[in-house]
């Protein structure tokens, strides 16, 4: 598993609320939605770490389109009472299979969660904890880990506009001093204490309410995959709620273990990226200079695997 098997554990019992009022809380139900389309051999252990937290009361799994083998997997599982198996409908795209795991959820929390992520000892206890008496609507994102448990890029984001995403994927940014401050990735700054506000979080690991979710009408479908997790943290904040990074919440996302070609999946987030900033333009002005910078970020998103591939070679 990219080698890097060994520090992945399922996890243990999660940590028991620890003060008074969190104790005397009528405890919320909690329903896991994952949805899976080719993940590889990380799927497995990302389904054992689930199962093994005593706070998931639901788990659903949406199936977007599993090779036999790894369908079959999925089918054994269902076995469990706390798993629903949602398969059939083919590859509808990320968002939209999540929107279909909300709708057959019971809990009255969700706890979005990728396919090769692993709950790390506490998170669903830490998100559910956090969440509790906090105005709606309300996202609260994990934090995010690679397998050497560093912060991994995109766990916690700033503001998202055309020019900071510009300069953030082309990495002048970091490179130009007077423009590090449009830097969208926060992975390199300091860790907060405690729950921050943050306007973007990672869609590979986060908790919402049922209603607040429903609420907001789930996911836009109008994104295949990428930039899902982006529009709905916009809109939790256009609606005045909250957009909140857990410092203590750790989740470990492998990332990359998709068997989709990298550049059909950066294709993807391009085209979400230059959806999205049309949706959000509000003037004629911010509408044409949004059309006319599509082509560009779609171009840039597709030349990042590009220039991945020309490095490996190249060292």
Known sequence: MNGVAAPLRASPIASEPSATTDALRPRRSVSVVMVVYRTGEALEQ??????????????????????????????????????????????????????????????????????????????????????????SPCIVGGRVL???????????????????????MSGLARLVPAWRHLEVHWERNALPDQVAPAPTISGA?????????AGLGGFDEGYFLHVEDVDLCWRVRQEGGEVLFHPRAEVIHLGGTSQTSP???????GVGLARYFRKRAGSVGQHVTAWLLSPLVVGLALARPLVWALKSRVS
């Open 46 to 135: 990302s389904l054992a770490c689930v199962l093994a937290d005593p706070l998931v009361d639901q788990f659903v799994i949406v199936d977007n389109g599993s090779e036999p083998r790894e369908a079959e997997r999925l089918r054994v599982l269902d076995r469990d009472d706390r798993v629903v198996l949602v398969q059939g409908h083919g590859n509808v795209g990320f968002a939209k299979g999540a929107n279909l795991g909300a709708k057959h959820a019971r809990g009255d929390l969700l706890v979005f969660l990728n396919p090769d992520a692993f709950l790390q000892p506490g998170c669903i206890a830490e998100l559910v904890r956090e969440i509790a008496d906090r105005a």
């Open 146 to 168: 690679n397998a050497d448990r560093t912060e991994q890029r995109g766990a916690r984001r700033g503001e998202i506009t055309p020019l900071s995403a510009l300069l953030s």
């Open 205 to 213: 690991c986060f908790c919402m309410r049922r209603a607040d979710f």
């Open 263 to 269: 550049l059909k999946v950066e294709f993807h987030k």
